[in-house]
């Protein structure tokens, strides 16, 4: 248990279909990440949230949109998806840059 | 560019025997620097880190790795590795300019009886 929570931990959609990403932390820290997780690449920073704010976003598709409604949370709506969108997609958090991240257990995101 | 190179893409060794995993990095200042663990459909486990001071760092499950400034390398040692060893290990830095780590690909570790 790192205290970081991602929901759900598998999920299979449809091109066509809108799901969300849930991932929450009870460590207190200010700063969140999304990481897509793809196999035999490097892991891919897809979004950085600091203090709610989003500071990062990797050049990621719009049909990826995260939200951040406190620094806590963290979400990634996903609508319109395509096959090679399929992935380990990874939450982590930390305190402002100098720390370790933490990471959830990851979704298992499988596109059909 | 910053980047991080794991040159091994597997590894595997005996149980017992000792380990050694290659991270090189390319980044003009000295980063923190990580090493991650991370067993089949889990995220990832810290499992030691460098900010600055002594270079050789101890980690959990009896890890350890070694700075070598010279050499841009963070490399992840184990004297005698264990069955639950086997995962992907993967090194992190961050190069303190803004909330952004570099990962490498990892390194899949296969650990035979």
């Known amino acids: 248990e790192t205290g970081v929570t991602q929901t759900p931990r598998h999920l299979v959609m449809g091109m066509t279909n809108k799901k969300s990403l849930k991932c929450e932390q009870h460590?207190?820290?200010?700063?969140m990440y999304w990481y897509k997780q793809s196999a035999k690449k490097p892991l891919e920073l897809m979004f950085v949230?600091?203090?709610?704010?989003?500071?990062e976003n990797n050049s990621v598709p719009s049909r990826f949109s995260p939200e951040c409604p406190n620094s806590s949370h963290l979400f990634l709506h996903l609508h319109t998806l395509q096959p090679e969108d399929s992935a380990l997609y990874l939450c982590a958090s930390s305190q402002i840059t100098g720390a370790e991240a933490f990471f959830g257990q990851g979704t298992r995101l499988t596109v059909v | 560019a910053q980047s991080v190179t794991q040159p091994d893409i597997h590894i595997t060794v005996s149980e017992g025997a000792s380990l050694e995993l290659r991270c090189n990095y390319s980044?003009?200042?000295?980063?923190?620097l990580f090493w991650y663990v991370q067993s089949p459909g889990q995220g990832l486990q810290l499992l030691l880190k460098?900010?600055?001071?002594?270079?050789l760092v101890q980690g959990i499950k009896g890890f350890e790795a070694e700075f070598k400034r010279s050499q841009s390398s963070f490399n992840l040692r184990k004297p005698s590795v264990h069955w639950s060893d086997a995962a992907e290990y993967f090194c992190?830095?961050?190069?303190?300019?803004?909330?952004?780590?570099?990962f490498g690909t990892g390194t899949s570790l296969t650990v035979i009886p």
């Open positions: 460590l207190g820290h200010n700063a």
């Open positions: 949230y600091n203090f709610k704010e989003q500071t």
């Open positions: 980044y003009g200042a000295t980063p923190y």
């Open positions: 992190a830095v961050d190069t303190l300019t803004g909330n952004q780590f570099y």
């Open positions: 460098y900010f600055s001071g002594d270079t």
